[in-house]
């Protein structure tokens, strides 16, 4: 696919999205890999901007350059942020009380603490995103470390081969030391290497996947 092609594919799939205004967002394609340029009122949207990018084909990487320009000039206090988002967390059933903490300056929120699942680290920052005055968000939370490496291993390469949408055959796993999970091979889609990466981060004690696997 060309990339004015794939670039009129993205704003078509942009155009079409109902939840997100693409007006002021711009889009730039070289040799597949997506620039997104231009401002949106919500971290929200900038956040399903990206997600609606990577349903693309073809769509290879995204630099994302969107800023959040809430509309207004009453912008949110920090400290109101903060209090929201503390609510948000809390009554959130998948978060363990207690377990995470927030810090907000400027806009952006600041997330610390330790949980068990990676599920639990994403669900913190994805029950704050759409608040009001939030400009990003940094995810700190670290995730315990409690399945040895090779149980680790066993358990994304398992997962892999249930999957119908991966061919497990063409993806090499290493865990390493301290939860870290490196991904090597080659996939045709963006929706197969985002499947390969759900299998890792769905694996105990994972923290941080390195994802080398190509598209083509």
Known sequence: MSDIDLKRDINDELDFEPSIDAADIGVAVENGIVTLTGHV??????ATVEEVVRRVKGVKGIAQE???RPYGSNQTADDEIAKRAINMIHWN????D??????????WVTLTGKVEWQYQKTAAADVIRGLG???GIQNNIAVKAHASVSDVKKRIEDALKR??????????VDVLDGGKVRLEGRVHA????SAV?????SAPGVNLVEDRISIG
Not at 41 to 46: D, L, R
Not at 163 to 172: D, F, L
Not at 197 to 201: D, F, G, K, V
């Open 93 to 96: 059933t998948a978060i363990p």
């Open 197 to 201: 990466e759900r299998a890792a981060w």
């Open 41 to 46: 009122p919500t971290y929200a949207q900038k």
């Open 133 to 135: 005055g939030v400009v």
């Open 163 to 172: 999957n119908a949408e991966v061919e497990a055959k063409a993806i090499h």
């Open 190 to 193: 963006w929706s197969e290497r």
């Open 66 to 68: 969107i800023e959040v």
């Open 98 to 107: 207690g377990a995470v903490q927030v810090k907000v300056q400027k806009g």
